[in-house]
Structures are given as structure tokens and as C-alpha cells.
């Protein structure tokens, strides 16, 4: 089965289980032997063992996790206070009633007989303080509510008794790293029997919980929307995150509690649904949130007994049923979740990539947890989960990371997805499934690399139980690239397109285009993203400090950090859960197509509203290959406000490198002197204060820029701009904060990543619609590796002020004449004619090489031409090393000279589908020059043969 039919039948099968949806089925009895949630009570030990006897990586790291413990341990057979008493508790106070305000801890009151788990400092991470190694966590740490940390702000980095509400989440962190060790020797106790390590787990899990089971709901002092997302241990209910080593920890500690502790399971489960009841009844319904709680409550429910054992019902069915099937104001059932989270035609979730990919994991994650704990399929009642696992590689650049927009780092994409629909696939025999998903995962490892990553490998906890490293087949080899990622991708739920023009590290093309839909979106308008020579040289601007700092909040989020257009200094919208999308007016090739179209061209025309000044936006963007190792961008952008009383427009273009350097069309320097404007004081975005060193000059005229980066061991790479110049433009160079989309030192040393952006910034006072922002980029290793020789505008004499005419003249003779309009008018200029949208013409030494025609009515040059009838269409002819290639998305006519004997018809042949058509052509004389006219069919690219007789 190929990826085109799986494609087509996730689709169709996603589109009928979301008409038809059907609860999913839990059984009627859960079996009551633990563990159950990382592995079985029957066959794990032994599994366990013959892993562990097998496989030399499971041995070291049960060995590491058996050496680690044991010290602790043995520890705690003489002093059994020292661990217990470096939890994060009330130990004086026993508090049970905690409160909170903006995101902050405020107080606790009311005493339990029991000391009770201490709530975290703050929502956001950030803090001045470090979090302790354990052997310097005081014992009992409960001075006034304070805490004693190390000030990695001062001098020395003293340590300091330090209020709880400036401690960021440094009390969940060591309450983790405490409940994790005690997971550790739970397993350890169950798989080896030795009590010693069942006490020091169960004494840890015991005081915990127990003060858990005392601890009550925090309460928001603000009545706010913090009270619809609060946890028990947490600013928001998706950090949970102690739930995994405690829910570990009580199921392979179930024996030693049965044994020695029987009375208290009541107390363990009563604590666990509680804690599972507010997960459910906060946090965000229609994002990651959704996933990332059900995971936490799909652990507590798979380490309860069967609902009958419990006097309310509420066992491990009852908590199953909730997360796949009940949906609720603040967690939706998972079939709902998937029915309205993933466009169906795409398979792309509505969320930025960053978090895209870890939602696709979690829900292959339930898969995997359903076969492995209760031994259910759920992929069938899932049929989206499939191709969103093969959409996924369309996020990718060539190097093999993902592109940027949102919320998001630049990073390799997650395997987890892959690997999960392998293990299903063995599970329950599906062969085909196997194959697909082991040939993608092969392909994407390989992306990037001169050779593949090879196996998956992973050595941690849970790599022990019930999902051990792939072994993959091999007999299924790599696939090719181009059948996952396509020349052109659109996805309209999270405003997404990019396009494509080869997949090679080096050589390959990419622009990434993104407007402000879906969730964790930022407020970017028509924003873009530049790759070339292996490196993402135009970078979104990432997340900045965290979601709840400033330079997030006034830079980071907003405009001024991507590469975008301003109108009025002013433009901004809500950031985070944003419906400010982009509309798709048009694109070729067809979003993604696989093959049949025209190679050598790529492009995109997008529109969109920007809210705050109410302005008309359009982006033009397009990939032109010169040769297989070289090529260009060329970038169209519109702006205007709908009203009138522009006061100016703001191109703003951001570019990796150590400098940036400009001239004029000749070469020579511009001029450029400092300048106090952009800035919050002009009543402009307070973004744009986080620019410095701002240095600008007037001018009217074509201006070259040349980005220079030198990455340590590696060639120069260089982006040459160059932009049409319009009366009324103000040129500003400027220094901007470092993206943060980049993860420590991936792609990038973090010496360049951390380095301020050279940024361009072109102002166009009044409106940029009829004197819009037209620019051409040329990635290139050194100035020699530039292809591009020459580049100039042309304007034909009585064209509208809208068009765009554009000559880049390329060293190996070729001499691209690029147009574009937003008129109906037929313009000419020269022997050139040209009525639509888009088109490039280029010439060879003189001769025709090839027209494209993109969302248009008609091409001509020298006697040949595309001409459609009362419609747009898309085409393109080409002429390589004497034979023609033709296609066309519509009907169309094809113009070609004359130069047959007049006395001998003419006639075309094409074949389509396998099938040869003849087809006759028709003379007439245009301008003087005698041509012949063909009525073209639809067709992908082929080649065409012309005759006379």
C-alpha cells in the first residue's frame, strides 16, 4: 500500500468515524494484580530478567538504577528520617487549605493531623534561586513558610531563607526527584523481593500521599481564570508531573502495602480520586492540555481496582470512561478531542509544531498504553492517528528540523509516534502497517544526515517495561524523502504553509509562511521563515524568556520579532489562542502534490486582515531554482489600511549573521546614521524598543543587503536581499534580540544562536500597496557561490502602480523576468505581454528556457505564450536540451512560432494517463509574427511533441 492510498483512506475513515462516533469500549472487569501500568503481574518479572539477561543497555541501566537506590537504602535502614524529611511539607503548619493570586502562592491555613504536602512557589518556572541537590535540601524545611536556597543572582551565590512565593516550581521539582527514587525501589522491591527496598519506597509514597489526602483544592484569591486551571500540586493541572513516579511507585508497591499496610489503601485511593476529579474538572479542553490530564488521569485509573470494589463506583472503569468518553467543560472525551483537534483533509493538529508533535505522541501513547495494559486497540476508533503520524514529516526543513512558528524550538521530529504505530502493528499482526511506519521512521532518521541515526535507542525507567527499544526490520528500507515531504503544504487550522524546492541539506529550498490560528499563535500577521546551505537563516523569534515574562508579552509574541510587515508601528492582536488566520488565494504546485508538476518554480499568495488598523495584507512568495545547487526567493508584499491615512508601513526582516552590510544597486555603501526612531516613545509598538544600535537612511532607489555568517569549522554563508526602491522609503538597520527558537547548540553552536539578529527594517511612508515591498533573497556559501549576477526592476510604460516587474540575470546565462499584479489589465512590456497574478519567463543565452504562468490569463514572449480562457489557471512550457515539456492545471492555449512550411500542417502529440492525443494546431499571426495555437488539456508535466507534414 502506498502513502498516496493511506493517506486518502485515513481521511475517509476519520471522516466517517467523526459522523458516527461511538464510545469506546472498557471492559467490564479489571484484573486486581499489580503492576499493571508499566507491566504485568503475571509474565513482567520474568521479562524483566530475560530483557535484562539479553540486552546489554538493559542491564546497565537497571544496574545504574539498583546502584543509585541502594545508597539511599541502605541509608535508610539507619537514619529512616533523612529521605522522608527532605520532601517538600507543612511540617509544622499542616496546612490543608491553600491559596493563590496572579499565578502566585499566597498563603496556607487549617491543620490536618498530618504534616501535608507544600504547594509550589509560582506558575511561572523562572526564579533567582537554584534547586538544591538533595544532600543540601535542609531536613524538615519549614522556617515561617520560608524556604533555604541558593541565590544564583548575587555574588557568591549565597544561600538564603527565601519567601515560597519567589521559589518557581524548585518544591515540585524536589518532590520529583524525591518520588522518583521511591518508584525506583518500589520496582526494585517487586522485582527482587528484598523488603528493605519496599520500606524505603513505601515510607516516601506514605507521607506523601497521606498529606495529599489532607490537602485540598487551592483556592484563587482573584475568583480567576487560575482557579479553572489549579491542580493539587500544581500552578496549572498539565504539571502534575509528580503523578508518574507516584502512581509507578503505588503499583509495584502494591504487594508490600497489601501485606503490611492493607487498612490504608482506602486513604491511597481516595487521594488519588481526588486528585483525578480535579484534573478532570480544570484545565483547557481544546488543546495539549486535554491530552497531557489524561494521561495523568489514565495512571491513577490504571493502578485502581474494578469499580465494584469501591462504594461510590469510581474505580479504574469509571476514570477510563471519563477521559475516552464524557466530555466535560474543561476535558473533553479523547474521540471528541481528535474529531475537533485534527483538520481532517491535513491530519495537522491545531496547535503550533512544538506542541503538535508531543500531542501526537500522547495520543499514540493511549494506544500504546491500551495494548499494553488491557490489551485493546484503539487505533481503530482513532483512523486520524495514522496519517498524522506520515503529516508530521511536513514540518520539517531539509536538515531535518522542524520549522518554527508559535510557541515553538527548532528540533528533530519526536520518533515516538512511528515507533508506537510499529508496536500496535506487531501486536495485532498488522503487516502492511509495520512496513509503512518502519520505512518512514528509517527515512526520517536519515534526513539531514549523509547516513541514517540507525536503530532507536532509548535507556531510561520505563525503556525497562513496555517499550523497550525498537529493533527494527531489515528487510523494509528507507523511503525517499519526497514522499513525505511535498513541494507545497497547506494546513487552514493552524494557518500554515510552507513550500519546498529540493530536499537536499546543502542545496535545498524552503519558506515557511504562517498566520496567527489555533493554539499558542502568535501575533505575526503574515510572517515567514528562510532556509538555505543547511541553515534556517531567516528564524522565527521562539518563546522568549517563558510565557509569563515580559520580553514574551512585548516582543517575543508580537510583530516586531518576525519577519513580517507593521502597519502604523501599531499592528498587534491577542497572542496564545489566536483566529487571526491566513487565506490561501492561491499556490502552485497543489498543496500536497507528490509529482506531475512543473520543477522549477513554487509559489504562494496569501492574504490577510490585519485587526488593529483594519488593513489589506497580501504575501507573494516564491522559490526559483537557478540550478540543482542554487536558487532564489523572491517576496511580494502588500499593505494598506482599508480606510486610508496610511501613516507608514514597517517591513521588517530579521537574518542570522555576525553583520549585515548595505548598498546601493551599484554596490556602493549606503549612508546610514543613527536615529532615535522606532520606538515606543513615537507611539509605536513597545517592541520595537527591544532594537538597538539603530541606524537609518533615506532613499528611493533598488538597495542591495548582504547577511555574512560564519559558523566555527564550517564555509561562510551568505544572504544577499536585495529590494525595488519606491519614493517615500526610510532604510533602518538595526540589532534584535537572539531567537529563542533555538534548542542548546542544535543546528547551531549556541555562540551564534545567542548572538543579536542583524535585522532589516524598510519603511514605505503612506500606503504599500501600490509601492509594495518586493525583495529577492539569495542564500549562497561565499560571494562566488552566488548564482545571481545582476538584479533590476522594470516598470512598462502605462502599468498600473501595483505591478511588480522584476530581471534577475543569473552568471550562467540565464535571465529571469519575474511579474506580478493585482490588476485584470494585460501589461506589456517590450515583446513581453502578461495579464494575472504571477509569472516567470526566463531565457537561456538569449533563448527561451521556460514561462510559468501562476494564477493567470496570459504569458507571451518572442512568439511563444500561455494563454487561458475566461479563468485563471496555472501552466507552464519549457524547453530542455531541445525537447518540450508542458502542464497545465486547466485548459489553456499554447503559442509557439511559426517556423514550420506553410504548406504542411502542424500537430502536437501529448500523452496523459498513458494515453497519446494528437493534437492539431491552429495559425494565425499575433503582432506580425506568424504562430501556432494549440488548445492544451489539463495535464501533469509531460513532454510534447510537435510535427509538420
Not at 576 to 595: E, F, I, T, V
Not at 777 to 799: H, K, L, R, W
Request: aromatic share 12%; net charge neutral; hydrophobic share 35%.
Amino acid at each position: 500500500m502506498n502513502i498516496k492510498t493511506l493517506l486518502l483512506i485515513g481521511t475517509l475513515s476519520f471522516s466517517i468515524i467523526a459522523s458516527n462516533a461511538q464510545d469506546i469500549k472498557i471492559p467490564d472487569h479489571i484484573d486486581q494484580m499489580h503492576p499493571r501500568l508499566l507491566t504485568n503481574a503475571k509474565t513482567g518479572k520474568q521479562d524483566l530478567k530475560a530483557l535484562i539477561n539479553k540486552e546489554s543497555w538493559a542491564k546497565s541501566t537497571y544496574d545504574a538504577i539498583e546502584k543509585n537506590t541502594t545508597t539511599y537504602v541502605i541509608r535508610h535502614q539507619t537514619d529512616s528520617a533523612w529521605i522522608v524529611s527532605r520532601l517538600q511539607m507543612y511540617w509544622k503548619e499542616h496546612s490543608t487549605d491553600i491559596y493563590i493570586k496572579n499565578g502566585v502562592y499566597a498563603y496556607a491555613t487549617g491543620k490536618a493531623p498530618v504534616p501535608t504536602v507544600r504547594f509550589t512557589g509560582t506558575r511561572d518556572v523562572a526564579t533567582a534561586y537554584l534547586t538544591p541537590k538533595l544532600e543540601d535540601v535542609k531536613p524538615y524545611m519549614d522556617e515561617e513558610g520560608k524556604i533555604y536556597l541558593q541565590n544564583k543572582t548575587a555574588p557568591g551565590k549565597p544561600w538564603e531563607w527565601v519567601e515560597q512565593s519567589k521559589t518557581g516550581r524548585i518544591i515540585e521539582s524536589i518532590n520529583i526527584g524525591i518520588l522518583n527514587k521511591a518508584r525506583d525501589a518500589a520496582m526494585i522491591y517487586w522485582y527482587t523481593g528484598d523488603e528493605k527496598y519496599g520500606k524505603f519506597a513505601y515510607d516516601i509514597f506514605n507521607t506523601y500521599l497521606t498529606g495529599m489526602y489532607y490537602r485540598n483544592e487551592p483556592v484563587d484569591l482573584n475568583h480567576g481564570h487560575d482557579q479553572t486551571l489549579v491542580g493539587l500540586s500544581a500552578f496549572e493541572v498539565i504539571h502534575e508531573d509528580v503523578l508518574e513516579p507516584l502512581t509507578a511507585c503505588y503499583d509495584f508497591l502494591y504487594a508490600y502495602i497489601d501485606k503490611y499496610h492493607n487498612i490504608r489503601k482506602s486513604i491511597y485511593a481516595d487521594a488519588f480520586k481526588k486528585w483525578a476529579d480535579i484534573i478532570i474538572r480544570n484545565g483547557v479542553p481544546f488543546n495539549n492540555w486535554d491530552l497531557i490530564e489524561a494521561r495523568f488521569v489514565s495512571n491513577i485509573a490504571l493502578v485502581l481496582d474494578d469499580n465494584k470494589l469501591y462504594k461510590d463506583g469510581h474505580g479504574c472503569q469509571y476514570y477510563l470512561d471519563q477521559i475516552l468518553n464524557k466530555t466535560h467543560t474543561r476535558q473533553w472525551a479523547l474521540t471528541d478531542l481528535l474529531r475537533k483537534g485534527y483538520d481532517p483533509n491535513t491530519a495537522i493538529w491545531s496547535e503550533c509544531p512544538g506542541y503538535s508533535v508531543n500531542v501526537l505522541g500522547d495520543f499514540t501513547g493511549f494506544v500504546n498504553l491500551f495494548d499494553r495494559t488491557l490489551k485493546i486497540d484503539l487505533l481503530p476508533q482513532m483512523p486520524i492517528l495514522p496519517k498524522a503520524v506520515l503529516a508530521q514529516a511536513q514540518y520539517l526543513y531539509p536538515n531535518g528540523y522542524s520549522v518554527g512558528f508559535g510557541d515553538t524550538h527548532y528540533g528533530r521530529l519526536p520518533t515516538r509516534g512511528m515507533e508506537d504505530m510499529i508496536r500496535n502493528a506487531r501486536l495485532y499482526h498488522k503487516t502492511v502497517q509495520e512496513e509503512t511506519y518502519t520505512q518512514m521512521l528509517k527515512t526520517i532518521l536519515g534526513i539531514g544526515y549523509e547516513k541514517g541515526r540507525g536503530e532507536v535507542k532509548s535507556a531510561g525507567f520505563n525503556s525497562l517495561f513496555g517499550n523497550p527499544p525498537l529493533k527494527l526490520s531489515e528487510n523494509v528500507k528507507p523511503g525517499k524523502v519526497n514522499d513525505y515531504l511535498t513541494a507545497t503544504f497547506w494546513s487552514p487550522n493552524v494557518s500554515w504553509f510552507v513550500q519546498r524546492n529540493g530536499v537536499d541539506v546543502k542545496n535545498g529550498l524552503m519558506v515557511s509562511q504562517a498566520g496567527s490560528s489555533g493554539n499558542h499563535a502568535h501575533a505575526n500577521g503574515i510572517a515567514m521563515e528562510l532556509y538555505g546551505k543547511g541553515v534556517i537563516l531567516a528564524p522565527e523569534g521562539g518563546i522568549g524568556g517563558s510565557y509569563f515574562q515580559t520580553d514574551y508579552a512585548e516582543y517575543y509574541s508580537q510583530f516586531p520579532a518576525h519577519n513580517t510587515v507593521v502597519v502604523d508601528g501599531i499592528s498587534s492582536y491577542p497572542t496564545m489562542k489566536s483566529n487571526h488566520s491566513l487565506q490561501l488565494k492561491a499556490c502552485y504546485p497543489q498543496s500536497g502534490r507528490l509529482d506531475g508538476y512543473f520543477p522549477g518554480v513554487t509559489f504562494s499568495d496569501v492574504y490577510f486582515l490585519e485587526p488593529e488598523t483594519n488593513a489589506d495584507q497580501n504575501r507573494l512568495m516564491s522559490i526559483i531554482r537557478t540550478s540543482d545547487t542554487s536558487g532564489y526567493y523572491v517576496d511580494i508584499f502588500r499593505s494598506k489600511k482599508k480606510s486610508g491615512g496610511d501613516k507608514y508601513h514597517d517591513y521588517i526582516y530579521h537574518n542570522l549573521g555576525q553583520q549585515v552590510m548595505l548598498t546601493d544597486a551599484s554596490n556602493k555603501l549606503l549612508k546610514l546614521k543613527p536615529t532615535d526612531k522606532l520606538t515606543f516613545a513615537n507611539q509605536e509598538l513597545m517592541g520595537y524598543d527591544y532594537w538597538w544600535d539603530k541606524m537609518s537612511v533615506r532613499s528611493d532607489n533598488d538597495f542591495k543587503a548582504r547577511f555574512d555568517l560564519q559558523i566555527p569549522g564550517k564555509p561562510e554563508i551568505i544572504m544577499n536581499m536585495w529590494m525595488k526602491g519606491y519614493p517615500g522609503r526610510e532604510i533602518f538597520s538595526v540589532k534584535a534580540p537572539p531567537s529563542r527558537s533555538w534548542r542548546s547548540n542544535e543546528m547551531i553552536p549556541d555562540s551564534i544562536a545567542n548572538m543579536p539578529l542583524p535585522t532589516i527594517v524598510v519603511r514605505q511612508d503612506g500606503e504599500a500597496w501600490n509601492r509594495p515591498f518586493a525583495a529577492v533573497y539569495e542564500p549562497a556559501n561565499d560571494i562566488s557561490g552566488s548564482s545571481v549576477n545582476n538584479i533590476t526592476s522594470f516598470q512598462p510604460a502605462g502599468s498600473d502602480s501595483t505591478f511588480v516587474g522584476i530581471q534577475v540575470q543569473s552568471k550562467n546565462g540565464f535571465n529571469d523576468y519575474i511579474i506580478s499584479d493585482e490588476t485584470d489589465k494585460t501589461t506589456t512590456y517590450r515583446d513581453l505581454k502578461f495579464k494575472g497574478l504571477y509569472a516567470i519567463i526566463r531565457e537561456n543565452n538569449g533563448r527561451l528556457d521556460y514561462l510559468f504562468l501562476g494564477n493567470g490569463y496570459k504569458l507571451q514572449k518572442r512568439g511563444y505564450g500561455l494563454e487561458g480562457d475566461n479563468s485563471s489557471c496555472s501552466a507552464a512550457f519549457s524547453i530542455q536540451s531541445g525537447q518540450l515539456f508542458f502542464t497545465s492545471n486547466q485548459k489553456i492555449k499554447l503559442q509557439v512560432p511559426d517556423v514550420y512550411p506553410s504548406n504542411h500542417s502542424v500537430s502536437l502529440k501529448i500523452k496523459i494517463d498513458g494515453i497519446t492525443k494528437v493534437i492539431d494546431g491552429n495559425r494565425k499571426t499575433v503582432d506580425g509574427n506568424p504562430e501556432i495555437e494549440f488548445n492544451m488539456p489539463e495535464s501533469p508535466i509531460t513532454s510534447i511533441t510537435i510535427t509538420s507534414k
